[in-house]
Nanobody, 127 residues
Framework: QVQLVESGGGLVQPGGSLRLSCTASRRMFSTSAMGWFLQAPGKERVFVASISWSAGSTYYADSVKGRFTISRDNAKNAGYLQMNSLKPEDTAVYYC????????????????????WGQGTQVTVSS
């Protein structure tokens, strides 16, 4: 079992930045990947970004490319999502998740391939 705890959400003005953190309760498998997803009210969970734990390979949704950066700290069993140039449409609950096996971008965009999820953190972009 892996327990995930997110932090770093909040209220920010358009154009601002936030950094989300996700800490795992145990050492990550070298084959695993961490993903970030968002879910707006009444909508499905949507892929944001992912990173393979060993190689650090990253994938991003087109909507966040150039604005968001995913990273990880193996020693701290933690992952991060740096969000810059935030827009009102980025408003959502953000979840981190862990997939036991990394894979292609298509594979990592599917939330069903992630058995472990955090509780979510609210991000609100508003003036």
């Amino acid at each position: 079992q892996v327990q995930l705890v997110e932090s770093g959400g909040g209220l920010v003005q358009p154009g601002g930045s936030l950094r989300l953190s996700c800490t795992a309760s145990r050492r990550m498998f070298s084959t695993s990947a961490m993903g970030w997803f968002l879910q707006a009210p009444g909508k499905e969970r949507v892929f944001v970004a992912s990173i393979s734990w060993s190689a650090g390979s990253t994938y991003y949704a087109d909507s966040v490319k150039g604005r968001f950066t995913i990273s990880r700290d193996n020693a701290k069993n933690a992952g991060y999502l740096q969000m810059n140039s935030l827009k009102p449409e980025d408003t959502a609950v953000y979840y981190c998740a862990v997939a036991v096996l990394s894979g292609t971008s298509y594979y990592l965009q599917n939330p069903e391939n992630y058995p472990y999820w955090g509780q979510g953190t609210q991000v609100t972009v508003s003036s």
